[in-house]
């Protein structure tokens, strides 16, 4: 019986946290990169979860694309890609992203993923800028719904949901309107293109696939370095707070190695990187076969064309309310709790504001850091 109770729940998380990726996987195709390759690194992900038992998917993030995309040269941005991820394979592999924690100390880390709270936070404001209705009503319906569920074990799944199927249908329903698709790919960038072929099984749809020849530069060692530090952030502050919606802790070097070997096969054919997430399906039945079902079946739909469909119907603001949930309640308030009970706190809280003013996970940890060791000879701590 408590079988099929579990199911419902677990279905709704899986649906949701792909209707989340949707629209940040048609902002990579704005910013020049072919969705389909990316479909090999979902699938890289769903065994990699599946062989160390990791509860923190990977999917694709809008602060990542934006860092790999920040020149319009297509062929330099999947060689930083390719180049972070080899590094970062190697720093997994000698435990070093675990190290590096460890060095940190809860404070530092506590107080970098508190300020990580607040980007989320802002990502939902900076929406609802653009998309004033969509956005109010995403966020009303997910305040309400995390009201609703707050002592439900599934309250981050029905929180994503109920939200992301509210706004969404009252853009395509009340106001009666769909997303303009024809503007995705930004003016001037170089991108791939791909045909809407999707029987893999024929030869024409592995004629899309045409490998991008790396290419290494001041331009592409640069741009893998800032790819490396965004990504050391993530994989600490979201594999961090989704482990810890699940109950249980994430091995940061793990996720490392397998968010980084997922990048592998997207950016040879001009796919967009794939990091870590703070996800719903976590807060699933069976979180760990959750995210793996996720990955997956956002796979086929990548593989299949449908994502790019699907981009039609689903306004990117429709995410807004469960990022601001996500962010502020589940991510700066108790993490901010942390900070204010941990041993040098001072180091935790400019963590948090550094962080939040620079947008970058790794420089808040640095500066944080840097002021644990350090302060206490310039009259900090």
Known sequence: ?????????????????????????????????????????????????????????????????????????????????????????????????????????????????????????????????????????????AIAAYAIFLDSPNKVVWTIFISVVVSTADFLFLQKRRVDVSTLVEEGRESVEMSSEWRFWKKEYWSDFKLIKPTVNLTVILGALSLMMLNIGANISFGGITASIAGTTQNVDHLSIINSLADVPSALFGGPPIEAIISGTAGAPWPVVCGIVFMLVTAVLILTGLVSRLGRYLPAQSISGFLLVIGFALTFAPNLSTVAQSDGSMSGYIALGVTAWSKNPFLGMVVGVLVRYLGAYVGLV
């Open 1 to 141: 019986m408590e079988f099929w109770q579990n199911i419902g729940p677990f279905v709704l998380a899986v649906v949701a946290v792909i209707i989340n990726g949707v629209p940040q996987l048609l902002y990579a195709q704005a910013r020049g990169f072919a969705l389909k390759p990316a479909g090999f690194a979902y699938l890289i992900g769903a065994f990699g979860n599946m062989l160390t038992g990791s509860v923190t998917p990977i999917s694709a993030q809008a602060e990542t694309i934006t860092v790999a995309s920040v020149k319009k040269n297509l062929r330099n941005n999947v060689s930083s890609i390719l180049l972070a991820a080899i590094l970062m394979v190697v720093l997994g592999l000698c435990g070093g992203v675990t190290k590096i924690s460890d060095f940190a100390g809860p404070a530092v880390v506590a107080g970098m993923m508190s300020g990580v709270g607040l980007i989320l936070a802002g990502v939902a404001w900076d929406m609802f800028g653009q998309e004033k209705r969509t956005s109010l009503v995403s966020i009303v319906s």
